[in-house]
Each structure stands twice: as C-alpha cells, then as structure tokens.
C-alpha cells in the first residue's frame, strides 16, 4: 500500500493494513443463523474498518425463492435486531447492502451453479476472485463442494483464487472425517479449502504465540519441569435451542472436542515454528494433536466424563431437562456436557495432564486456558498457617479477552503474612479494541489466502484419532452420563476426576481482580 489510504464512509485504513482483494464472497445457507448472527456483522466490521474495497460484492445462495430487493430487507431486518445494534441507517450498511445479491436454487441442483456462474462471468471485469463458504448443515459441504468442481467452479486462473470455507462439525468420527476430506480433495487442492474453527479467530488464542514465543520470561518455563497441569474450558449458558435433532445425533464430545478444544490445546502446546508461514504454524499444532496419547477404551471410562442437563436457572431463566428439548430423544443418552483428561506425549510435555472441560447450559459463559505452575518449596514459609498456592496464568478467550497472573506477595507490616495477587490484562482496556465475533479475523484471512489459523486435513484426522476410543466406549454402553442442573459448573464426576490427581477445576463463577 505505501503511503495510500483507503477510504470507507468516515473510516480510514491505516497504510499499513493491506485490504482484501477484490472477490465475490458466496454464503450458501444465505438464510440461516449463522450468516444473519455472524456472517453478516462480521463483514460489516470489515467494511467498516476500511479492508474490504469497493469491488468486493456478498451473494446469497439459498433454496428461498425471494427477490435481491426481498433477500437485502429481511437481512437488514434481522441484523437490526442482534445485541451490538449495527447501525442500518449509516453509512456502512448502506455500502455492504449495496453490494448483496441473491441466487435462489437447491444446492443439489446443477442449474444452481449455472447462475453462480453467470453471476461470476458477470463480475469478471471486476474480479474473478470468489469464497464460496458453506453455512449449512453438514450434510451438503461434501455435494455442495462437488457440484462448484463439476460446474468449473473451482478452477483458478492466473492471478485469481477460488476457496472454499467449511464450518464444523468436520465429519462425525474418523471415517467420515477421512471420507469428507477425500470427496473435498478430489475437487479442490488442500490449499483452497478453508476448514474454519471461530475459537481460532479470538485476539487471545492469536497471542498465544506472541505471548509464548515474543517474551523470553515464558517460554523457558513452558514445560512439564515448571508446570504442573493445564485447564482448558469452553463453557457455554446456551442450552441446544432449536438444534434438537442435529445435537442429539452428535452430543458435546463430537461437536467440540476435535476441533475447538483440541486447537486450544495445540496453540498451548505447539512447538516454536521455524516461521509464521502458514504451514509451519500448522505443521507444529498438527504435532501436538498426533502426539495426544490414544486411550484404549478402559481408559476413557476413568479420564472421561460425560453430563446431561436437567431443569435449572441460567441467569434467573428456567431452563427444562435436555431430554424435555425439541427434537431430544426422551431417553437420550447424549451428552452436553464432557471432561477429559489428556496427555500429550512429547519431551516438553510428558507426564503432565491437560484438563479439557466443555458444555451448554452451565453457570457462565467462559472460554479459558488455565496453566497452573508447581508449587514453589515452601520451607521458609512453613510457619504459615496455610500452605503457599501455585502460581496461575489464565488466557482468557472468551468473553473478555485478555491474560492475568496470580502470585504471591507480602502483605504490609512487621510479619511476614503472604496473600495472594493478581495481575489482569484486558484487549478492551489496554488496545481499546472494539467487540469483534472472532469471524473478522478469518474472513479477512481467507480472502488474502492466509491458511494459518484454518486446519488441514491431516489435523483434523488427528483429532478424531484421538477421540475415537472415547466414542467406541460410549457406544458400547460402557458408561453412564451424569446428569448435572442447569446453572451449575457442571457434573460432580468431573470435579472427582481431579480431584483423584490433587486438583480442582477453576471456579466458572468467580470474578477477575
């Protein structure tokens, strides 16, 4: 860019902030929650900071015969009434709007594909760039993938990009998961398929490599001689809502684990890349995940545990039984809620234990990775009434970003009375960052061709490899799942499962100092 700026309404690009390039991005699913909930505003962040250029034009595929007039005032409809208010009056969304089009048509009907394709020749003369990403159910990634190949979607020419974004869950176990990742290969390179995880997009999970590899007080004591154990939490308040069916045929464990949970852990774990390139970054987590020691599944009943909701209160609202759910089986046996205990086998990390914790209909929502240090020896304060507690770093990634550090310190005064402290740094307070969605950041990515927080396929295979001897052990009866009240931080079994190790999970409802 040199010295140029870009300007959008009143905003205006920093010259050192590449905008994307000029692409038509295809949203099929044009109707669903996740374009209106995130898709949408996302990408009037992006308009709105000034990084998506006047050629770039949003085109809704979706099976609802409407008109472009009808498809731009249901969105504005819609986005109007999300928490955050988007601003449909100003400037902003008047530009985005502008540039939405709409193509009605069944993703399994070829002649869909044919008006995608008018629709690009069309553009051509502005660009003949495209993101074709699939807000839709798991079911159409693989057809919809398809059908872009046979109809020459996909084909790149010289100077142009075609890619393809799919949204979890990524196959439903290990044969699905290779199944999936061979029909998208047969039509598309590795390099053109975007494999998105939201988790990725958050500002702290970014800085975790900064945070480890740009400060030198942190990486030296990044390792099983100074650590004693690893919490990883992603709990949600939400309960299944209107995805009855789809959840309980897939349940907390497939939903979350391979994919977010252990992309957390990676980012904790990963080795220092010989660069920030896309596939050295990828190459180390994928690493990680390999090295995840597989359970035999004896093994997953003792370092597994699975939970169910029943009624409760979520913040001051009744919530009924899981199995009470639209669309639940009665006497479903799926879980919402799962807590593993992992070890990943490498010489940084061998013998310590990383705590994954995940579930819906919980006290609070939080998304965190806690990593409690060993205890200092404590022989010149064995005096004290109580023992010394462990330092604790906590990577907060969700809903307030940032880091904070636990220590101890000397209380003021002739004894020597220790208490304990804590240092808390938040993105909001010191960068004044605005909220974002974490999408921004991946659209952004993906329109440049910046594969580095999406996963490939050999990591996604990794992850359900890891996780396949929990899910024979389900499905062959050998456990039971605990059921714990709405509001709650979850099943008792989980708080025994550490407890038997000497630990105990980090409180959901607690406050930051």
Known sequence: MGSETVVLGQKVLAPDTAPAPASTFFIFGASGDLTKRLLLPSLY???????????FAIVGVDRVEQSEEDYRAYLTDEVANLPGHLDTEGETWKWLISRIGYVAGDFEDPATYGRIRERLERRRQQTGNAVFYLAVAPRFFATISEQLGAAGLLKEEPETFRHV????????????ARALNRRLLAVADERQIY???????????????????????????????????????????????????????????????????????????????????????????????????????????????RGQYRAGFVNGQAVRDYRAEKDVDPESRTETYVALKCFVDSW???????????????????????????????????????????????????????????????VPGRKVKLSEVEMDFKYADYFKAAPSTGYETLIYDCLCGDPTLFQRADTIEAGWEAVEPIIEAVSGGEDEVQFYSAGSNGPAMADVMLAQDGFQWLPLERERR
């Open 195 to 305: 494999r998105i995880d939201h988790f990725l997009g958050k500002e702290t999970v970014q800085n975790m490599m900064a945070l480890r590899f740009g400060n030198g007080i942190f990486e030296p004591i990044w390792s099983k001689e100074y650590i004693d154990h690893v919490q990883i939490t992603a709990a949600e308040t939400v309960t299944v809502e209107q995805r009855g069916r789809f959840y309980d045929a897939t349940g907390a464990l497939r939903d979350m684990v391979p994919n977010h949970m252990f992309q957390l852990l990676a980012m904790t774990a990963m080795e220092p890349p010989n660069s920030f390139d896309a596939d050295a970054v990828r190459t180390e987590k994928t690493k990680v995940i390999e090295a995840i020691r597989h359970m035999r599944p004896n093994d997953a009943i003792g370092a597994a545990v």
């Open 165 to 176: 974004v799919v949204e979890k869950p990524f196959g439903t176990d290990l044969p699905s």
């Open 45 to 55: 962040n992006l308009a709105n900071e000034g990084v998506l250029v006047d050629d």
């Open 348 to 410: 940084r990390w061998n013998g310590v234990p990383f705590y994954v914790r995940t579930g819906k209909a919980l006290a609070v929502r939080r998304t965190e990775i806690a990593i409690q240090f060993k205890r200092a020896p404590g022989v010149l304060f064995r005096h004290l009434p109580t023992a010394l507690k462990p330092n604790l770093m906590v990577i907060h990634v969700q809903p307030d970003e940032g880091v904070s550090l636990r220590f101890a310190a000397k």
